[in-house]
């Protein structure tokens, strides 16, 4: 019969460890750890530029719909011509807008509860905290960096500002601007 010492058991030769230490244990958990916690903040970057592509894309839609409103009307009224800048007195509706320059200063959002509006001058239901700001000046023709009196120009820039206030934001914050001049 053989002795085994029971404080101090060899192997045999030849014979092979089997499993692994403690630190090698604990050298995969932080490397498997460190890989878990790469993956999950890769996925929020992503979902935070996710977020972001979304709202970039749904600013420059609701600016698009302005343009396409006022790219079809004329510059200035067709009865009264640059006499009366922005509204006039009898154009109560939007539907009563007919020209460019009535939408100087117009707003339109959802918490106003007149937008934001299409090019069909329809409201976009479902789009809570957007806003459509718009701005119409009249420029010098010869210099379009230059911005003249209302009305006293045939040439007109059109800015529109799109807006958006989540539930978390203190204040609108504008997600696009959109400008052009006016080529009737």
């Known amino acids: 019969m053989r002795r085994f010492d029971i404080r101090h058991p060899r192997p045999r030769r030849g014979a092979t460890r089997r499993g692994f230490t403690l630190i090698e244990a604990a050298l995969a958990t932080v490397i498997i750890g460190t890989g878990v916690l790469a993956m999950v903040f890769a996925q929020q970057t992503f979902h935070r530029q996710n977020d972001w592509a979304q709202q970039s894309a749904i600013a420059m839609r609701l600016a698009g719909e302005i343009r396409e ?36 200063g117009a707003i339109f959002s959802a918490d106003l ?57 203190l204040a609108p914050e504008e997600v696009t601007r959109l400008e052009w001049v006016q080529p009737r």
Do not use: C
């Open 69 to 104: 409103l006022a790219i079809n009307l004329p510059r200035h009224d067709p009865v009264t011509g640059v006499e009366w800048w922005g509204t006039e007195p009898n154009e109560v509706d939007l539907d009563d807008w007919d020209d460019v320059d009535d939408l100087d």
């Open 113 to 169: 509860g007149n937008g934001p509006i299409s090019a069909m001058r329809t409201i976009l239901l479902d789009m809570p905290g957007w806003t459509q700001r718009i701005e119409v000046e009249s420029i010098d023709p010869f210099d379009l960096s230059t911005t003249v009196p209302d009305g006293t120009s045939a040439m007109l820039r059109v800015r529109v500002i799109v807006q958006h206030q989540s539930e978390m934001d």
